[in-house]
């Protein structure tokens, strides 16, 4: 009887142990899924100049310029989760003085228009804004992937001037930006699935080390009993 007894305490050991130990699996699959969907993705960025005067891309025959020196700033995430939005975000600012025959008081027409073929951008297509005299224009994007892979993707700056004699608006390029974004995936699961997953992986680890602790309890000898 007593050898049937002991037989039994180590497989009731046996089961407490492993247990234990499969939780403890899960409880690091949880924490990774969640930390790798919740770490913050590392940014990269670019900053141009646009001086004061002619611009190059002006058409032929024509003198628009830019009326004084302005620092472009622009920022991209450089990789996504499947399913995750990231920000892309613009910074116009004016760094210099504006020419004395500038009217202080004009306002400079400017349109910015980020493209990425194969992500979805919030809000679509070109954004038309009026930057006056010492003011600066912060603009942001929604970005976001389904399909593991790396996006190549560009950032049209241009500005626009009125011609009285055409009636229209002359578009001119003054600067291109070319961003690459990555959208990655864990084991083909986009985001949201894995912190499902990560959040059941740490519900399966909590109730496997309870299970684990009352079968660990149930094997210990009552108080007052010794073991023969």
Known sequence: MAKIKKKAQKKKEWLSKFLYGLSLVFLAVGLYQLAWAVWPSPLDGVQLSIPKGAL??????TTYASPSDYSLELSWPRWLRGGQKGKLQLVLREIGELDSDVDTESTLVVLMEPVFPNLSVTPPGRIQANLGPGQSLDLDWDIQGEVEGAYPGKLYATFGFFDETADEMVLVPVAVVDMTVRVISLLGMERNLAIWFGL?????WGALFVLGRFVQLRNLVPP???KK
């Open 200 to 204: 059941v992986a740490l519900a399966l």
């Open 224 to 226: 007052g009993k010794v």
């Open 56 to 61: 190059g891309g002006a058409p032929p025959g």
